[in-house]
């Protein structure tokens, strides 16, 4: 018998987390008990994006949303909606400051201003499943690569599409396929890069666990085009769901004949192999990714050679990004033109975030190239939570920057956003508001890639690790005038003496920071105050005529700083003040200062 | 399984094709049986089985049936709502197997709307 309803359970990492596995069990039995296991098939899909709302369940056709299920909510939801037809409300999601509930997917903001190409499967297939991923035109593009495309159309299509690296660089695609295919040797390789080691980002495992064929037909063309037969997916063994899905992936497609010899008859042999790296953020820079593979220590190499003429083993090899490679298929199958057609002169088609920290939405988007910073921040994510101000978003990383809020109308754009000294980056989107200190964010940032550098070079070695005490020496007040000068030296010298990008854009959200906002530098070093009221050593907290003496901040103090007689003002004692702020948590009365 | 041909492969997608449009919420003809407790009683779900069966036999995959809650003529149920693409949707009250089978016949599958069953043409917007 037909299915008449499909109920589509996110089985994304943030979802299972929040426990969706255990909502789609019972959501099976429930349907059983009903009686309704032969019209109604419980399906499980990638990450839908709205990870904040997770577990989340979407039922079609109706394309109704339902939103932080538990599996207690599921008796009620099955005799409500799949038994009696009528969808319930209160598991409906509700934007913030809104009244009303949204029934359907297809009506919330965080959705409906998306535009979907990598992420084209997302919530629609079983990402286990090879003929799910069939229905949906998977493997289309490759009969048409094999049957009606040589290699240099394939190549022309991907270069008049205007794609460009979705790994950081940005570099064409076609351009790089084109020198690749070039170059001279009979054995080449093709390249997944799935390191994906900025803090925050998560677009790449997304893609891999929502929908693996994807990124395999992807590969699968390229290798076409540079007369590879070879690949490797490099992915990081911290993404177990995401290797799950791809190795299941990898073998349905050898089992349909898709990968291996004489692909669909058609006398073209390829063959890919998953990598799992250890997770070292300099492993996703290419060189060091190569290293890595051919079982050495992950760290870069200089280019001249690059792997396009000399990569893995010596030989020719491309490297490109997960959601590179998800976008090809599509390119190939509804031509070069259309993706063009979106996005701006020199930015073409659509880019995937990660919408991460101080923001009402957080989850994962796919927007067309040439939106605004503040569309995506407020009309997909929903805005600030809390009626807090938007501050800063922080772009691309530790090798990005921050961009404040004056730019809010900053097109999502490779030179738009170098403009302001951030980077596109890969994709990740944090969100600041007025209580993020930004040289605190600085120093968050910086003493990532202190920790990850490779130690090769000493300016990224010893440089960043100079440049992170003084972040830190001023975090505690104990900044000097000459501190920012010495800042703005280091990160010149570390810039221009390192050998990788990793070093080569340490500096960024140092730079970037004390461009827009130099004067929380110099309010921590000179009046030893952080404006955001962030940094815990320069706080003060002081009681003020509103303290009616109740006592209660006397009693949660945990260094007994507080005194006072019942029903007088009480007085915080500096010297015993550890800065913990549970008073000012406590009182109900806003009688405690916090400056 | 052995490996694919081409062919193969436009056959796996023509079979998975009606789940895949059911998915994507694209369809030529809505089928909408209500039923709320009252329906349910009057044989609403009978009908549902009947149309999932015949939907099925029909060979045609653009064709989706749901459920939705209570009509409000409870006196009339089983009902249904027949929604073509580009057309105002039509309600059909107090059926049985027979007539369910000869709405689907004339009016889903040939779009001529069988007025003898028919309640009401239009729709009064659903909650
Ligand atoms: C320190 C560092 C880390 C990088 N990490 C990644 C990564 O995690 N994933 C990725 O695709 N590219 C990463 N890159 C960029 C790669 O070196 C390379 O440019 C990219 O994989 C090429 O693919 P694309 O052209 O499709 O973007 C990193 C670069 C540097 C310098
Ligand atoms: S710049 Fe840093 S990470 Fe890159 S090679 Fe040099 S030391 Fe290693
Ligand atoms: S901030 Fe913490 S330590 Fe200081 S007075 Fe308040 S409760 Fe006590
Ligand atoms: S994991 Fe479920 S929405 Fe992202």
Known sequence: MEFRTHIMVCAGTACVSCGSFNVKKVLEEEIKKRGLDKEILVVATGCQGFCAQGPIVVVQPDDIFYQLLTPEDVPFLVEEHFLKGRPVKKMMYTPPGEKTEIPTMSEIGFFNKQRLIALRNKGLIDAEQIDDYIGRNGYNALIKVLTEMTQDDVIKSIKDSGLRGRGGGGFPTGLKWEICKNSKGDLKYIICNADEGDPGAYMDRSIIESDPHSVIEGMLIGAIAIGAHEGVVYIRTEYPLAIKRLETAIEQAREYGLLGKDILGKGFDFDLRIKQGAGAFVCGEETALLASIEGKRGMPNKRPPFPAESGLWGKPTNINNVETWANIPWIILNGADRFASIGTEKSKGTKVFSLVGKINNTGLVEVPMGITLKEIIFDIGGGVPNGKKFKAVQMGGPSGGCIPAELGDTIIDYDSVNATGAIMGSGGMVVMDETTCMVDVAKYFLNFTQAESCGKCTFCRIGTKRMLEILQRICEGKGEEEDIEKLQELAAQIKDSSLCGLGQTAPNPVLTTLKYFRHEYEAHIRDKKCPAKSCKTLLTFEINDKCIGCGACARVCPTKAITGEKKKKHLIDQAKCIKCGACFDICKFSSIDKN | ?127
């Open chain 2, 1 to 127: 399984m052995a490996k694919l041909s081409i062919a193969d492969l436009e056959e796996i997608r023509n079979k998975v094709k009606k789940s895949t449009l059911l998915r994507e919420g694209s369809f030529n003809a809505k089928i909408t049986v209500h039923m709320g407790t009252c329906g349910i009683a009057a044989g609403a779900r009978t009908i549902m089985n009947t149309l999932i069966q015949i939907i099925e036999e029909s060979k045609r995959n653009d064709i989706i049936v749901t459920n939705s809650g209570c009509a409000g003529f409870c006196s009339k149920e089983p009902m249904v709502t027949v929604e073509l693409k580009g057309e105002s949707p039509v309600k059909y009250s107090s059926l049985n197997e027979s007539k369910i089978k000869k709405i689907f016949e004339e009016h889903v599958l040939n779009g001529r709307i069988v007025a003898e069953y028919a309640l009401a043409i239009g729709n009064e917007r659903e909650p």
